[in-house]
């Protein structure tokens, strides 16, 4: 079973940067594609930024700019980068895996059955 474990979130001035990071262990497929969602109080959770195992990278045009995901294999840590942070970035952030055959869809939470527990980032302006 996959496990996905995010780490690294906080609190941060609107124009500040903070990384997040997600341990992924359980899995045998390498042609995963892993991802990161948000979810703010009241609103549905949405794709915000995604990795194919080739290093092919999607974002959210909200995002666009800004964050930069990216993934070691060797540890099998997903990170994502975010900076110049915005209030409206303030969200749970979770990080998602699994087969996604077409990367058009990589973005729609509904394509992961496999999801870690979350972590806050909350930005003040």
């Known amino acids: 079973r996959v496990q996905l474990v995010e780490s690294g979130g906080g609190s941060v001035q609107a124009g500040g940067s903070l990384r997040v990071s997600c341990a992924a262990s359980?899995?045998?497929?390498?042609?995963?594609?892993f991802g990161w969602f948000r979810q703010a109080p009241g609103k549905e959770r949405e794709g915000v930024a995604v990795?194919?195992?080739?290093?092919?990278?999607g974002y959210a045009d909200s995002v666009k700019g800004r964050f930069t995901i990216s993934k070691d294999n060797a540890t099998n840590t997903l990170y994502l980068q975010m900076d110049s942070l915005k209030p409206e970035d303030t969200a749970m952030y979770y990080c998602?895996?699994?087969?996604?055959?077409?990367?058009?869809?990589?973005?729609?939470?509904?394509?992961?059955?496999?999801w870690g527990q979350g972590t806050q980032v909350t930005v003040s302006s």
């Open positions: 998602a895996a699994d087969w996604v055959l077409d990367f058009g869809l990589a973005l729609t939470p509904a394509s992961y059955n496999n």
């Open positions: 990795i194919d195992s080739d290093g092919t990278t």
């Open positions: 359980g899995y045998k497929y390498s042609s995963y594609v």
